[in-house]
């Protein structure tokens, strides 16, 4: 008689699951605070904790700041390349997974370690360099008058769909060079995509389907934009290589951007201290996106990583093979490091809201400028901004990823916008003009539109 194949190792995570008892990312609590979560995930396992993800799948979120660093800067221990996930090769992940779009592994730097990642990611980083910051910004403020434009005679809007919502998108597509009329959907599937719904998979089929279509074009009718950069790069990248980075950078840049817009927004609203900070002339808008990159990243945690040997993290024993979540706003809150975290951080970018290590976010600047400049655009056309809620109203709808605040509604003095911006200013729905180093003239007055020296203009560091 046969002796019967012993079973694999479970790591200690799965074994812990297969008892019941450990807290599920993808639950109403989890949803509902993450912070308070993590807190009670630290009290009771220090800073690497087990948990459950989609499917009751078992992984170890990191909660320690030092210990997000030591993940995300050694690859060789904890690789980016999901196809050592240890679940997905002994057949426990089901094939419609909501994770699916972050744990299929594609030919992109993201996915990648070693000589190929630095391949990759040079295309990218060394294509994004290529676009004027001026000309981004000068951009970005063009679009968000038009946005302002259409509410500002409402004297009511909701910032999260009128605007925050919006913005990043208008801009991303420009910049990979997507038509306009993809905008709307693109936008709609993006989000689907990262929330990992049940036409997740769908969504991310038809983000895919578009960014192909605009692949082809760009190599026979090149221009100013990341596609053709991206196809014209000495690294050579493949057409498949071309598609799935420019899939990487819109998605990452839109769901961060859009997030960092509607969380500096509310807290410039609800939190007295910071608004009195910012109108005291104590912080700058810049200052006040650091806050709140520390308080409230626009990505709680990133999937992930995977050990590539056993070994000892934050006291726990993890196996080859096992999933590995940084935890960027568990980090950013730990005690070791934040003693007091009402405490501002002026000045202080040790923030983990864009990661760090190779896998550092390479288009973190461009994502600074449009929340800089875009919120900078709407407080000075509307000065007198008020939530139109009680703060204990606002919801957010959350996920393993992220939170992203469902409404934000604001009421403010109607303004009449008569003859907006004149038709040779707005933007041609390509980004050669905007996005090349500009010409040295003075960006255009939006007509109805008085200059003031108001609060909000002190507190964005001009006169």
């Known amino acids: 008689m046969s002796t019967p194949p012993t079973p694999p190792p ?55 700041h030092r ?13 980016r390349d999901p196809r050592g996930w240890r679940d997905m090769r002994e057949g426990r992940v089901p094939a419609d997974t909501p994770l699916g779009p972050m744990v299929s592994w594609v030919p992109v730097c993201n996915f990648t ?22 000309g981004i910004r000068r951009y970005v403020t063009r679009f968000a008058n038009q946005l302002v434009d259409q509410i500002a005679g409402e004297g009511y809007a909701d910032l999260v769909s009128a605007f925050s919502d919006q913005l990043p998108m208008l801009v991303m597509t420009q910049l990979i060079g997507a038509p306009d009329e993809h905008g709307p959907r693109l936008v709609n599937a993006a989000r689907d995509m990262l929330q990992g719904t049940e036409t997740a998979l769908q969504s991310d089929r038809y983000v895919t389907a578009t960014l192909e279509q605009l692949v082809v074009e760009r190599k026979t009718k090149p221009a100013r934009d990341l596609a053709s950069w991206l196809i014209e790069h ?30 500096t927004l509310r807290t410039v609203l609800t939190d007295p201290r910071f608004r009195a900070s910012l109108s005291g002339g104590h912080m700058t808008l810049p200052d006040a996106l650091e806050q709140v990159l520390w308080d409230d990243p626009p990505i709680n ?11 000892l ?20 809150a730990d005690p070791q490091i934040r003693p ?9 970018r040790s923030h983990l809201a864009f990661s760090s290590g190779p896998h550092e976010c390479p288009g973190q600047d461009i994502g600074r400028a449009i929340a800089d400049t875009g919120i900078e655009v709407l407080l000075d056309r509307l000065p007198d901004l008020q939530l139109a809620v009680d703060a204990s109203e606002l919801q957010w709808r959350g996920t393993l990823m992220s939170r992203h605040l469902l409404s934000l509604p604001v009421r403010f003095a109607p303004r009449s916008v008569a003859n907006a911006q004149p038709q040779s200013e707005q933007p041609t729905g390509h980004p050669a003009h905007a996005l090349i180093p500009p010409q040295p003239t003075a960006a255009p007055a939006v007509a109805g539109h008085r200059r003031r020296v108001s609060w909000w203009r002190r507190l964005l560091g001009r006169r």
């Open 113 to 134: 370690d070693g000589p190929v990642h630095e391949r990759l990611r040079a295309a990218v980083v060394e294509s994004l360099e290529r676009f004027d910051k001026r």
């Open 340 to 348: 007091d975290p009402h405490a501002s951080v002026h000045g202080n």
């Open 10 to 64: 479970e790591c200690p995570a799965h074994a812990a699951a297969t008892a019941g008892g450990l807290y599920r990312l993808h639950g109403t609590e989890a949803q509902a605070d993450p912070l308070a979560l993590y807190e009670k995930l630290r009290a009771e396992y220090g800073p690497v904790a087990p948990v459950l993800v989609s499917g009751d799948l078992p992984a170890w979120l990191v909660l320690g």
């Open 234 to 263: 000495p690294a050579n990248l493949s057409d498949t290589e071309v598609l799935m980075h420019l899939r990487v950078v819109l998605i990452a840049a839109y769901e961060t951007t859009a997030n960092l817009i509607a969380n």
């Open 301 to 311: 945690t990133i999937i992930g990583r995977w050990a590539t040997g056993d070994t």
């Open 313 to 332: 993290l934050g006291g726990q024993q993890v196996k080859a093979g096992d999933m590995i979540l940084l935890g960027l706003a568990a980090g950013n």
């Open 67 to 79: 210990e997000n660093l030591d993940v995300a800067r050694t690859p060789s221990r904890f690789a």
